[in-house]
Nanobody
């Protein structure tokens, strides 16, 4: 079992930045694919970034590539999402998620591959 708690959301003007954090507890000595997802009202959940706790490449959706950066501090069991050049369309509830994996992250960033989810943190970007 892994417990995930997100923080760092808030309100910001377009062009601004926020950094989301996701603190993990529980069976953190195992390796996981870690992902960030978001869901805006009336829209489907979107996978936007992933990384593997065992090391390796990261993945970004086209909608955030070049603006968002996913990173991790394994010593602190914390996942981050640095969000720059924010746009109003980035407004959503943001969730971190973890999926047990011994080799890396699955292509496509589907929520079905992740077993553990945080409660979410709201990001609101005003124009």
């Amino acid at each position: 079992q892994v417990q995930l708690v997100e923080s760092g959301g808030g309100s910001v003007q377009a062009g601004g930045s926020l950094r989301l954090s996701c603190a993990a507890s529980g069976h953190t000595t195992r390796t996981y694919c870690m992902g960030w997802f978001r869901q805006a009202p009336g829209k489907e959940r979107e996978g936007i970034a992933s990384t593997y706790t065992g090391g390796g490449s990261t993945y970004y959706s086209d909608s955030v590539k070049g603006r968002f950066t996913i990173s991790q501090d394994n010593a602190k069991n914390t996942l981050y999402l640095q969000m720059n050049s924010l746009k109003p369309e980035d407004t959503a509830m943001y969730y971190c998620a973890a999926g047990r994996s011994s080799w890396g992250c699955w292509p496509g960033l589907s929520g079905a591959d992740f077993s553990y989810w945080g409660q979410g943190t709201q990001v609101t970007v005003s124009s």
